[in-house]
DNA sequence: TTTACATATAAGCATATAACTATTTATTTA
DNA sequence: TAAATAAATAGTTATATGCTTATATGTAAA
C-alpha cells in the first residue's frame, strides 16, 4: 500500500521547487552521489551565485544538507527529511546522471574539490 | 520495479504545474471523480477565469481532457497521457479530497451540473 | 430569436522567480 | 598576516505567474 500521506499544501511547495530543471537534476544527481557548489557550477553551465541560491532553496525546505570540508562545502540528499521518500519515488522515474560526472572527470574539473 | 523513465525537461514541466495548490488538489480529486468549472470554482473559491486558466494549463499538458455535456464542460484525468502513470505515482501520496464533493453536495451546489 | 447561463479569452496589475554583477564572509595557504 | 579560493548574500533586472475585471463565445431554454 502507501508509505506515508504528505500534505497537500507542503507538497505544492515540494514540486514547486522541483518544477525547476536545474534543481530537479540536482536531486537526481545527488541521489548517487554528494557534490560541492563549484562542480555544480561546472555541470550547469550558471554562474556560482545562481548555484548558492538554487541549493539553499533545496536546503531551506530540508531536502539537502551541507557539510563543510575545508573551503568547500559538500552538499547532500536530507535521508531524514519527511519528503525525502516522497522525493525519492518521484526521481526514481527520472533517468540516472552519473554522465555529468563522467564529463567533469573528463575534464578533469572534479578534482579541485578533493 | 520501475515504470517509465521521464525525461527530466518535461518532468521539471509537469512538477511546475503541480507545484501550485489549486491544480495539485484538482488533480487529486481528478483521480476520483470528474468536474465542471463550475464546481471548481465553489470549491477553490477564486474566479471562474482563474479556474479555466488552471484547467487549461494542466489540459495544454495533456493531464486533464474536457468533454461538453451541455452547457457544462466537464473536466476528467487523461489516463492516456505519457505522464499519467508519473503524475498517478505522485498523487497516491497525498490524501483523498472526496470530503470538498461531500461539502458542496450539503450546499446543495453540485446540482447544478447534473 | 432573444435571454440566460457556462465557460473561455483578453488585458492589466501585483508579486514571484531566476538570472546576473558586485560584495561579503569563511577558510586555507604562502 | 596577506593573498587566494569557495561559497553566501545583496541588489538589480527581465520574465513568468496568478489573480482580477471586462468581454466574447457557445449552448439551452423561454
Known amino acids: 500500500m502507501e508509505t506515508s500521506m504528505m500534505e497537500i499544501e507542503k507538497t505544492a511547495t ?31 553551465k550558471v554562474s ?16 539537502v544538507k ?5 573551503q568547500w562545502i559538500i552538499y547532500s540528499l536530507n535521508r531524514e527529511s519527511d519528503s525525502f521518500h516522497f522525493v525519492q519515488s518521484l526521481i526514481q522515474h527520472l533517468p540516472n546522471q552519473d554522465f555529468k560526472l563522467q564529463e567533469l572527470e573528463e575534464q578533469g574539473l572534479r578534482i579541485s574539490c578533493n
Open 48 to 63: 556560482q551565485p545562481a548555484i548558492s541560491q538554487h541549493v539553499r532553496k533545496l536546503k531551506d525546505v530540508g531536502l
Open 66 to 70: 551541507e557539510t563543510r570540508r575545508g
Open 14 to 44: 515540494i514540486l514547486k521547487l522541483l518544477g525547476d530543471k536545474t534543481r530537479l537534476t540536482m536531486l537526481k544527481m545527488l541521489d548517487t552521489h554528494d557534490y560541492c557548489v563549484c562542480e555544480f557550477v561546472e555541470i550547469f
